[in-house]
């Protein structure tokens, strides 16, 4: 069974830094590409990150250029998103999810607030 | 950026009725390959998104054939026939063709 189980959220201060972390089960982690996609509260549904399945490209939206970092360290199934320069738009539940978008994680929730 | 419109916002619908979704987008999602990549999710209460078709008219695994996906080009429709109460939630179109990825603002789904 396939799992995707993210951590790392809270609430930070504007301006601050947050590294989630989403841990892979039930599939070969390496040989997948890996998305980031955020939902702000009562809000759709916003794609931010790619990573390819050898780390050799990334993507990323242009409302996180700049700020955000996607990497994946095939040894412990983990894919990764480090958030610098957190703004109060950046709140939202972020979901990790595979390469088809057809497995997604349960969300952790990230608030960014004064 | 692709532009996904979505409508309705929200449909009411009894048990064991059809309902359809409308899914337009701002270009053609005919990628080079010749495959359209364009996607059926749910959003059940309190959940994550849930896949349900792939490349417009491909259930997802363990799918109910009650979902069926079809279009073409930049106008696709989700149709759900004999609607149960599990089916409630918000359905996303969502378009894989280019980058970055983009989804529709979504259609709720309530049960009369």
């Known amino acids: 069974e396939v799992q995707l189980v993210e951590s790392g959220g809270g609430l930070v201060k504007p301006g601050s830094s947050l590294k989630l972390s989403c841990v892979a089960s039930?599939?070969?982690?390496?040989?997948?590409?890996m998305h980031w996609i955020r939902q702000a509260p009562k809000k759709g549904l916003e794609w931010i990150a790619l990573i390819y399945y050898d780390s050799s490209n990334k993507y990323y939206a242009d409302s996180v250029k700049g700020r955000f970092t996607i990497s994946r360290d095939n040894s412990k199934n983990t894919l990764y998103l480090e958030m610098n320069s957190l703004r109060s738009e950046d709140t939202a539940m972020y979901y990790c999810?595979?390469?088809?978008?057809?497995?997604w994680g349960q969300g952790v929730m990230v608030t960014v607030s004064s | 950026d692709v532009v996904m419109t979505q409508t309705p916002v929200s449909l009411s619908v009894s048990l064991g009725g059809q309902v359809s979704i409308s899914c337009r987008s701002s270009q053609s999602l005919v990628h080079n390959n010749g495959n359209t990549y364009l996607s059926w999710y749910l959003q059940k209460p309190g959940q994550s998104p849930q896949l349900l078709i792939y490349?417009?008219?491909n259930r997802f695994s363990g799918i109910s054939d009650r979902f069926s996906g079809s279009g073409s080009g930049t106008d696709f429709t989700l149709k759900i026939s004999r609607v149960e109460p599990d089916d409630l939630g918000v359905y996303y179109c969502g378009q894989g063709t280019q980058y970055p990825l983009t989804f529709g603002s979504g259609t709720k789904l309530e049960i009369k």
């Open positions: 490349k417009v008219s």
């Open positions: 999810a595979t390469y088809g978008l057809d497995y």
């Open positions: 039930g599939f070969t982690f390496s040989s997948y590409g």
